[in-house]
């Protein structure tokens, strides 16, 4: 069955601390693997996507990487800010010879504290 | 940057009435989503829409629900009788074209039946 988990549920940590969230994901065939972040009522903001070849990918403060053997996926935030407080979602997409559609993971809801 | 946007940003409705919401996805986009997301739960698909018809659907995506493109801009989700578990938030997204690989969200629309 074609699913996405993370870990943990959610996760509180100090302002300027690190933390990184964990995607674990059943899907097959696999296309590429996007980890959006979502304010809460409002919709998901892409932050990274990776493909089956790459194994690390930066965006500012995020990194994201990816073990295709493995089918884990992790999101690293550095120093973080308290406008980093949100749900951060695993979505993994199918391959594109598949059915056009991509499964959502449930999230992890990160809380950024003074 | 472009951006997805969606009216109405909040409904409310009593069950059993016919809900329409709108979106318009990003000029060229040639692929097109609806995705809702319970309160608390994890964003689920519902249905995909390429070259003026359905290409994928989910098991929600039932007979209550119907999608049309009326006019080359806007993109709708019908939701014909709405019971009170249709109460979500609604994401229409879009995608440029089969190799474009990030979907882009607009805000939603809160939907909330009575």
């Known amino acids: 069955k074609n699913q996405v988990e993370q870990s943990p549920q959610s996760l509180i940590i100090l302002e300027g601390k690190n933390c990184t969230l964990q995607?674990?994901?059943?899907?097959?065939?696999?296309?590429?693997l996007r980890w959006y972040k979502q304010d809460t009522g409002r919709g998901p903001v892409s932050l990274t996507i990776?493909?089956?070849?790459?194994n690390t990918k930066s965006n500012g403060r995020y990194t994201a990487t990816l073990d295709a053997d493995t089918k884990q996926s992790s999101l690293h935030i550095t120093a973080s800010q308290l406008s980093d407080s949100a749900s951060y979602i695993c979505?993994?997409?199918?391959?594109?010879?598949?059915?056009?559609?991509?499964?959502f993971g449930p999230g992890t809801s990160l809380s950024v504290i003074p | 940057e472009p951006e997805v946007t969606q009216t109405p940003s909040h409904q409310v409705t009593q069950m059993g009435q016919e809900v329409i919401l709108r979106c318009v996805p990003i000029?060229?986009?040639?692929?097109f989503y609806w995705y809702r997301q319970i309160l608390g739960q994890k964003v689920e698909f519902l249905v995909s829409?390429?070259?003026?018809?359905?290409?994928?659907k989910s098991e929600i995506f039932d007979d209550q629900f119907s999608v049309e493109r009326p006019d080359g801009s806007n993109f709708t989700l019908k939701i014909r009788s709405t019971k009170l578990e249709d109460s979500a938030m609604y994401f229409c997204a879009s995608r440029a074209d089969r190799s474009g690989n990030t979907i882009y969200f607009g805000e939603g629309s809160w939907l909330t039946v009575v």
């Open positions: 000029s060229n986009h040639l692929y």
């Open positions: 995607c674990n994901y059943t899907v097959s065939p696999f296309s590429n």
């Open positions: 979505v993994v997409r199918r391959s594109k010879t598949s059915y056009d559609k991509v499964i």
């Open positions: 990776m493909t089956f070849s790459e």
């Open positions: 829409f390429y070259n003026n018809e359905i290409s994928e």
